[in-house]
């Protein structure tokens, strides 16, 4: 075990390694996923309490993991909020609330003091941006040193604890409900427009004569499909702004099947085969690598496509109909409709370069990533003479949803490539647990070692044995003392975005609905405790 202690990259990365690995075993149907390595980091740091690792790693792979969730969950995020979005994140607010209010009440029944209490409740809603604004706040109320440490430990201690039984339980959950009421999670991702669906082009022969203009079809018929070809008496060609389909013209609708079938009802009549080919028409599938193509909408890129239409866009393992609002991003794969001659042009003008895009540029990334952490530092006042600070989670998340939006500034291209963006999550979700491993396995060695299992028994329940004393100090044993009887009676109240982050991941809509709770959690209930109840116990030992 000194190797561990010695070596802290070594360290690190063999609880990573090993936590993947067993990440990977499937239990009655699910998986812990990354989620194993803060409990292959725990036991560990139980075993060798000496273990520790430089908090600015951590704290890294916090900021990095957030700040790459919220670049993909922009688009979608402030689009959401003209449907389901406000819906959703009412929702969300209202949990939160509800939360806090349960929480509130348990700390008062069972006399917990807020430090311990705000990481109890933070741990077992899996919720790490809360938990540092927490330690933002109390060391920027403390005014000893004393209270300062209590501070960065006591909250962070309890967090610790709650935090494995919160995913855990998360997951369990899922896992017993989704039996118990036979849940079927592909159909209801269907339902909700997140499933993966195969996009099919069929050939359609107009039999209705007052149609839309070709470019606005899709909108007036509210149909998610594209005409990707027109054949009139014999001649095919790619529809331009302001073409009109006619009666017994033949056109390719590109979309699934069930928007096409639709399109069919609503447009002609279908016919078999595949969409029309001929000497001078084709189409390729390109790699975007350039700069210059993403980031902005493609209607705005009309004028550099002449004669060229995109039809699809594939990110990721997802299809997607190219409409004009479409935003392309480095790494997507287009296909492009167009000429013989003019393919090769549409190649060099999208890049289909895979060096160039692994190669990506690094500058806006940091650049974004610092303006998220300064923006985390920014004091928000708070009635009573305090502030608040989103922090190294809550400011990279918030400044990551606004540019990702964006999509670029100028020639500043703020998206990440898709692969390094997962590249670049996972990475940061596998490391950032690691400070809280680190305190959990510390306080679980102390607890067993100190007085053998009477010891360790008072820990566990959080009330003395007949024949112990009583502790009505604020020190390290007080905490102890009062952590358990919370984390029984709190950690079922977790909260399932963290779960699904930790063992399941997000897609670009799920990211969307989670990212409003990671942005508002800091600034809810968690300060609450910590402006009502802080240092109590602290100030006075007798309170």
Request: aromatic fraction near 6%; charged fraction near 15%; include cysteine.
């Amino acid at each position: 075990m000194h190797l561990l202690v010695e070596n802290q990259l070594f360290t690190l990365l063999l609880i990573m390694t090993i936590g993947l690995l067993v990440g990977r075993i499937q239990i009655g149907g699910f998986r812990l996923g990354v989620a194993a390595v803060l409990f292959v980091g725990l036991g560990l740091a139980t075993i060798e309490p000496d273990i520790a690792l430089p908090a600015i790693v951590f704290i890294m792979g916090l900021s990095l993991f957030v700040y790459t969730i919220g670049l993909e969950a922009g688009p979608d995020f402030f689009s959401s909020m003209r449907t389901t979005g406000l819906r959703l994140n009412a929702l969300a607010i209202g949990m939160i609330v509800a939360t806090m209010a349960v929480g509130v009440g348990l700390l008062k029944f069972l006399g917990i003091d807020a430090a311990s209490g705000a990481g109890v409740f933070t741990g077992a809603m899996t919720n790490t941006p809360a938990m540092a604004a927490v330690v933002d706040t109390l060391t920027n109320m403390a005014s000893t040193p004393e209270e300062v440490v209590a501070a960065e430990s006591m909250p962070v201690v309890a967090y610790s604890l709650t935090y494995p039984l919160g995913v855990l339980g998360v997951i369990l959950s899922v896992a017993v409900l989704s039996k118990v009421f036979r849940i079927d999670n592909d159909q209801e991702a269907r339902d909700a427009g997140v499933a993966i669906q195969q996009l099919v082009t069929r050939r359609i022969e107009v039999t209705r004569r007052d149609l839309p203009t070709v470019t606005s079809l899709p909108h007036s018929l509210e149909l998610d499909v594209i005409v990707s070809r027109i054949e009139h008496r014999g001649t095919l060609y790619i529809p331009e702004p302001g073409d009109t389909a006619l009666v017994g013209d033949i056109i390719s609708v590109v979309g699934t099947e069930e928007e096409v079938q639709r399109a069919e009802e609503l447009i002609g009549e279908g016919l078999p085969g595949d969409p029309t080919h001929d000497d001078g028409l084709d189409f390729r599938r390109i790699f975007v690598s350039s700069p210059e193509m993403v980031g902005v909408p493609l209607a705005q890129l009309r004028s550099r496509l002449d004669g060229m239409l995109v039809t699809r866009v594939r990110r990721g393992d997802a299809d997607m109909v190219a409409t004009p609002d479409t935003v392309l991003q480095l790494g997507d794969r287009v296909r492009v409709v167009a000429e013989h001659d003019r393919l090769d042009r549409a190649t060099r003008l999208f890049g289909d370069s895979y060096k160039r895009i692994s190669d990506f540029n690094l500058l806006p990334l940091l650049a974004g990533l610092a303006l998220g952490v300064v923006v985390g530092m920014i004091p928000i006042p708070l009635p009573g003479g305090t502030a608040l600070k989103l922090g190294n989670a809550g400011g990279p998340l918030l400044v990551a949803l606004i540019l990702g939006a964006k999509g670029r500034t100028g020639p500043i291209v703020w998206q990440v490539p898709y692969g390094a963006n997962l590249a670049l999550r996972q990475f940061g979700i596998t490391v950032f647990p690691g400070r809280y491993w680190h305190h959990s396995g510390r306080w679980l060695w102390q607890s067993t070692a100190g007085s053998g299992v009477t010891h360790h028994y008072r820990n566990w329940c959080g009330a003395d044995l007949p024949g112990q004393p009583a502790h009505s100090d604020c020190g390290p044993q007080a905490h102890e003392d009062s952590v358990w009887p919370g984390l029984r009676h709190d950690c079922g109240h977790a909260n399932p975005s963290g779960g699904a982050e930790l063992c399941i991941g997000s897609d670009q809509k799920r990211a969307a609905q989670h990212g409003i709770h990671h942005c508002l959690s800091p600034l809810w209930s968690p300060r609450l405790f910590a402006r009502r109840y802080c240092y109590s116990c602290c100030s006075d030992p007798s309170d």
